[in-house]
């Protein structure tokens, strides 16, 4: 009999998406879907892996670890979001997508990234993965994002903590572009401190060699 095709809006089945988990794993790990699987689902589902998309996927999921998901995430997720098939994951993207433009779900994702991101291993996030992960999140949306990205190449720091990490996004959000209202007395982590004078020292700079010639 040949296989029936599965069409978006025919019902949801966790049959049919433990199903569809399993083309994705390795009869040595079953119950684990991991990078190369995950490649192929990319692949099926048309979105790059590092598409922010797969980011809001993950956080549905309540996935640990990146380039994994277990099969009781799997089933989490996609019972949550009725998809057992790839038809209908391709239906939903877009909605995953309009999910980051509440500003609640947007903090709440942007928090999930941290520990989703990280070395499980590590109490903090190295600045490599940082850099990328911030790029990802706030690149499009952060007008100093580029600046903040330079100061960080840059700088001293190797790591990146998660009290920096969640008040990234609160600056990111408040701070004028001129930091005009950014209060060094405030509750700030030193490294936006730094941050502000570095910038500040910057923009000087570029006055003053504007001024001069």
């Known amino acids: 009999m040949a296989k029936r095709h599965i069409r978006a809006e025919d019902g949801f ?3 049919r998406c433990l199903a569809w988990f399993h083309e994705y794993t390795t009869p040595d790990e079953p119950e684990t879907l991991g990078p190369d699987g995950m490649e ?3 692949e099926d589902i048309g979105v790059e892996p590092e598409n922010i998309v797969m980011l809001v996927l993950a956080y549905k999921m309540g996935a640990t670890q990146m380039g994994f998901f277990s099969q009781q995430e799997w089933l989490k997720g996609l019972t949550d979001l009725e998809c057992d098939s790839t038809a209908k994951m391709v239906v939903k993207l877009d909605y995953l997508r309009s999910i980051l433009n509440d500003p609640n779900s947007f903090k709440s994702i942007y928090r999930y990234a941290y520990d989703f991101a990280k070395d499980s291993d590590q109490r903090s996030m190295d600045i490599v993965t940082a850099k990328a992960m911030l790029q990802l999140l706030l690149g499009k949306h952060w007008t100093l994002y580029p600046q903040f990205a330079q100061f960080l190449e840059q700088s001293k ?3 990146i903590n998660k009290d920096q990490w969640c008040n990234i996004l609160e600056f990111s959000r408040t701070i004028c572009i001129d930091l005009s209202n950014y209060d060094i007395d405030g ?9 502000v004078e570095w910038l500040r020292l910057q923009r000087g700079l570029v006055i003053v060699s504007s001024g001069s010639s």
Not at 187 to 195: G, N, Q
Request: aromatic residues 22%; glycine residues 0%.
């Open 13 to 15: 089945s966790q049959k």
């Open 40 to 42: 192929k689902f990319c």
């Open 187 to 195: 509750a700030w982590p030193v490294m936006l401190d730094e941050f």
């Open 157 to 159: 720091y190797k790591v």
